[in-house]
């Protein structure tokens, strides 16, 4: 199993980007996933996470920015960034887990991709 994220960059405060990550080896139709977050010398936080019938949950500072969201045919999830700020810029990690829903807790994802490192500039 292998989840491979891309999209992130570098980009100026207020503006957007979309990272994607494509899961192979097994499909995750039926399983939640979910975007998760390191910036330098800080512990790893939840971003957002989608379950496998599309319902969403949110970090408190992502509410209204970022829009998690799923194509089960391509088996791919992705999160729209809007509104970026400096303190956004960390290297964002995709996850899956086997059950169905969308927790926030990173200990109850299985499986984790590479990372994408997404640089917000002021």
């Known amino acids: 199993v292998q989840l491979q994220a891309s999209g992130g960059g570098l980009v100026q405060a207020g503006g957007s980007l979309r990272l994607s990550c494509a899961a192979s080896g097994r499909t995750f139709s039926s399983s939640g996933m979910g975007w998760f977050r390191q910036a330098p010398g800080k512990e790893r936080e939840f971003v957002a996470a989608?379950?496998?019938?599309?319902?969403?949950t949110y970090a408190d500072s992502m509410k209204g920015r970022f829009t998690i969201s799923r194509d089960n045919a391509k088996n791919t999830v992705y999160l729209q960034m809007n509104s970026l700020r400096p303190e956004d810029t960390a290297v964002y990690y995709c996850?899956?887990?086997?059950?169905?829903?969308?927790?926030?807790?990173?200990?109850?994802?299985?499986?984790w991709g590479q990372g994408t490192l997404v640089t917000v500039s002021s």
């Open positions: 996850a899956a887990r086997l059950a169905g829903g969308s927790p926030p807790d990173p200990r109850l994802y299985l499986y």
């Open positions: 989608i379950s496998w019938s599309g319902g969403s």
